[in-house]
T-cell receptor, first 111, second 114 residues
Framework: KQEVTQIPAALSVPEGENLVLNCSFT??????LQWFRQDPGKGLTSLLL?????REQTSGRLNASLDKSSGRSTLYIAASQPGDSATYLC??????????FGKGTKLTVNP | NAGVTQTPKFQVLKTGQSMTLQCAQD?????MYWYRQDPGMGLRLIYY???????DKGEVPNGYNVSRLNKREFSLRLESAAPSQTSVYFC?????????????FGDGTRLSIL
């Protein structure tokens, strides 16, 4: 059974800092991994999706990587801004073809 | 730019009451999903529908039923609400099930059972 873990649960950084959010998964037979952003009281917004055949995806200041052999994915945010403050969730799709979510990392970027 | 629309946004029920949560998507997606989000538990899949006319159980289906009314609409019904079903419910859709397709989420229904 796929399990997804995100550490730390919360992270606070000053504006302008580059940062990395971590996601680990137990089943290396993963089809893809998706990173989401969730603002308070809102739904999830898809940020990046990495297929199992890919190693990374980039969108603007965001870069997500996938290492199936180590069971890890990272989300790199460059030059963080207060508007990046949100909870970031990763989710993996394995053999069941269903998304399994981590519990998220709550990011606060301080002006 | 509607995407995935959920109604209602908020609801308070008494234990034992029934209710249907509505979800509609305008992206012509084949697959639709219902999740619940609870503090400390993350998002958990309740039911999903890989295509019109099919539904299947997820991780936490007990106490719920679903109907895939047509390609656009996927409803979630609580027949006899219990306090343990107090949660935020999210509907999502994707072009095809699971592999390779991003899921798009609605803004959620916040449900309290007294």
């Amino acid at each position: 059974k796929q399990e997804v873990t995100q550490i730390p649960a919360a992270l606070s950084v000053p504006e302008g800092e580059n940062l990395v959010l971590n996601c680990s998964f137990t089943d290396s037979a993963i089809y893809n991994l998706q990173w989401f952003r969730q603002d308070p009281g809102k739904g999830l917004t898809s940020l990046l999706l990495i297929q199992s055949s890919q190693r990374e995806q980039t969108s603007g200041r965001l870069n997500a990587s996938l290492d199936k052999s180590s069971g890890r994915s990272t989300l790199y945010i460059a030059a963080s801004q207060p508007g990046d403050s949100a909870t970031y969730l990763c989710a993996g799709v394995g053999g069941s073809e269903k998304l399994v979510f981590g519990k998220g990392t709550k990011l606060t970027v301080n002006p | 730019n509607a995407g995935v629309t959920q109604t209602p946004k908020f609801q308070v029920l008494k234990t034992g009451q029934s209710m249907t949560l509505q979800c509609a998507q305008d992206m012509n997606h084949n697959s639709m999903y219902w999740y619940r989000q609870d503090p400390g538990m993350g998002l958990r899949l309740i039911y999903y529908s890989a295509s019109e006319g099919t539904t299947d159980k997820g991780e936490v289906p007990n106490g719920y039923n679903v109907s895939r009314l047509n390609k656009r609409e996927f409803s979630l019904r609580l027949e006899s609400a219990a306090p343990s079903q107090t949660s935020v419910y999210f509907c999502a859709s994707s072009e095809a099930g699971g592999q390779g397709q991003p899921q798009h989420f609605g803004d959620g229904t916040r449900l309290s059972i007294l």
